[in-house]
């Protein structure tokens, strides 16, 4: 019988590699397709984590398979930057590194949940997040940040929605796909909810931290009481443009690490030893290439936010971090080319791939239908002729 189980029946294909496929199918015809799909760093990985990489394999040392958690060495070092870089003192039992901070969160909630429990979701949210608390038979519970409000869902609301069944919630900031970073007191204030709650714990996904245009930033868990409710992700794809040599750890209690560290031992095992080289040269080495690319996203960002104000019925916020826009283009809904009528995210996304060559992820994927997103990890001349596509077809919509 060609039945699949239960838990794969209840995820779907994620929605931002099915678009990144659709966009080299085209690519493949011979299209001139701009894709802005992928979270993925334009920028090649900088030249001393690179050599840092090849020194090891030179060494011929790190060819036995590491220990589960990571290299001591490397699990101090990132211990080290918590406590220097975000006032968290987690100490090497604390951390875990995996292969990409998707591990990382699919470990903690398969260490955490249990049928029946829920887990509160930030929304707009990662495509992600979604699909692991299925996989780990729990409940997302969806919490929707509205675009007044940055996409920022209020301590307010959180309340609202906790339950005797509720285990965890969890939120990025900077967030993918809106950019919005919560504040200090946003952050407070949801911390003094979870505080109140026994049990309650916290699943922060800072892996964009280092992509923050407000000059400042917070981590949960250093605020009191935060420490034993928080896990910290983490990774280096995006900082360092790092996304395929696959990165990523957290920070928790050592319970929840050594939780996770069983986890991944019958998953996966350890992380790449020579990618895990790599990334020690990076959180320990010269941070100014990281420093040079969010300047760059920085100005990006002013481009693609003046070009989108000069779209008629695309409204945007404006981006505090990461490197992504999720414009709601709502107003589209129902208009018709003459050929093609427009009945949804998805549908706008089609036809921006097939009339416009643009290759964007419809936003019911992120938790709002009336929105795209659209990744500014590309050249300013792409981003500039990409706008102009997108405008131009749009302009036919009536």
């Known amino acids: 019988m060609n039945t699949l189980s239960n838990r794969i029946n ?4 994620s929605a931002t590699l099915a678009m990144a496929a659709k966009a080299r199918e085209y690519k493949n015809r011979g299209l001139d397709v701009i894709n802005l799909s992928l979270g993925e760093p334009d920028f090649k990985t900088p030249q001393h984590i690179c050599e840092a990489a090849k020194k090891a394999i030179d060494e011929g040392k790190y060819f036995a398979y590491p220990p589960v958690a990571g290299y001591q060495d ?3 070092a990132l211990a080290a930057k ?4 975000n006032n968290v003192p987690y100490k090497a039992e604390n951390i875990i590194v995996s292969n990409g901070a998707k591990q990382s969160i699919a470990n903690a909630m398969l260490a955490l949940l249990n049928p029946g429990d829920e887990v509160i979701v930030f929304s707009p949210y990662w495509v992600s997040y979604d699909a692991l608390i299925r996989i780990s038979e729990a409940t997302p519970v969806i919490v929707k940040g509205s675009i007044e409000n940055d996409f ?6 959180v309340e609202q929605a906790i339950t005797k069944k509720t285990r965890a919630l969890i939120f990025s900031s900077p967030c993918n796909p809106t950019g919005s970073v919560f504040s200090r007191k946003e952050i407070e204030a949801i911390a003094s909810v979870v505080l109140k709650h026994e049990n ?3 699943i922060a996904d800072e892996i964009y931290e280092h992509i923050n245009f407000t000059g400042d930033s917070l981590s949960i868990a250093s605020l009191p009481g935060m420490f034993e409710r928080t896990i910290t992700v983490n990774g280096f794809a995006k900082g360092f443009a790092m996304t395929g040599w696959r990165v990523g750890y957290i920070g928790a209690p050592k319970w929840i690490a050594d939780g996770c560290n069983k986890i991944q031992g019958q998953l996966t095992s350890a992380n790449c030893s020579i990618a895990q080289r790599a990334a020690l040269a990076a959180v320990t080495g010269d941070q100014a290439p990281t420093r040079k690319m969010v300047e760059e996203y920085r100005n990006r960002r002013e481009i693609v936010y003046n070009l989108l104000k000069e779209i008629p019925g695309v409204k945007s916020n404006f981006p ?3 490197f992504y826009f999720f414009p709601d283009v709502s107003s589209y809904f129902g208009k018709s080319d003459g050929t093609v009528t427009i009945a949804n ?3 706008l996304c089609m036809y921006l791939l097939d009339k416009a060559h643009v290759s964007l992820v419809p936003g019911g994927a992120f938790g ?3 929105c795209i997103r659209l990744s500014y990890a590309a050249s300013e001349k792409e981003l500039r002729e990409a706008l102009k596509r997108m405008k131009e077809a749009l302009q036919k919509l009536r």
């Open 10 to 13: 209840a995820i779907e294909e």
């Open 74 to 76: 490397f699990r101090e």
């Open 82 to 85: 918590y406590q220097k870089e």
């Open 152 to 157: 920022k869902v209020t301590a307010a609301q």
């Open 200 to 202: 309650l714990l916290v």
């Open 320 to 322: 505090q971090g990461a």
């Open 345 to 347: 995210d998805f549908d």
């Open 368 to 370: 709002d239908d009336r």
